[in-house]
Nanobody
């Protein structure tokens, strides 16, 4: 069973907005607040692509070139959630979106490489279409 759970996916029109969330699943054996979080996506027939990440302390965020300026990642450690706000979406954003948790010594680090993450969710489908 997955340690993380994504929610909020769905159908959105081009140019629209959507907010997806990541939280600990009922099977979680760790606290999300102790980990950096990354968002990845995978479109049909394509490789998994890194989208964004946020450090454990929330002080560092990073974005892939395809989403820079349109997507925003943030975390609420009181609620134990990490959200991805997606604005001005386009059909190329259509994919299954996964969140992942990674632990690093530095609280101000997050990774682009999926191999650096220890826990994953099952994904949420985002479809951009008119």
């Amino acid at each position: 069973q997955s340690q993380l759970a994504e929610s909020g996916g769905g159908l959105v029109q081009p140019g629209g907005s959507l907010r997806i969330s990541c939280e600990e699943s009922t099977f979680s054996t760790f606290s999300l607040t102790d980990y950096g979080i990354g968002w990845f996506r995978q479109a049909p027939g394509a490789a998994r692509e890194w989208v964004s990440c946020i450090s454990r302390n929330g002080g560092r965020t990073d974005y892939g070139d395809a989403v820079l300026g349109r997507f925003t990642i943030d975390r609420d450690n009181a609620k134990k959630t990490v959200d991805l706000q997606m604005n001005n979406v386009n059909p190329e954003d259509t994919a299954v979106y996964y969140c992942a948790a990674g632990f690093w010594q530095s609280s101000a680090y997050c990774a682009k490489d999926s191999a650096e993450y220890q826990f994953w969710g099952q994904g949420t489908q985002v479809t951009v279409s008119s």
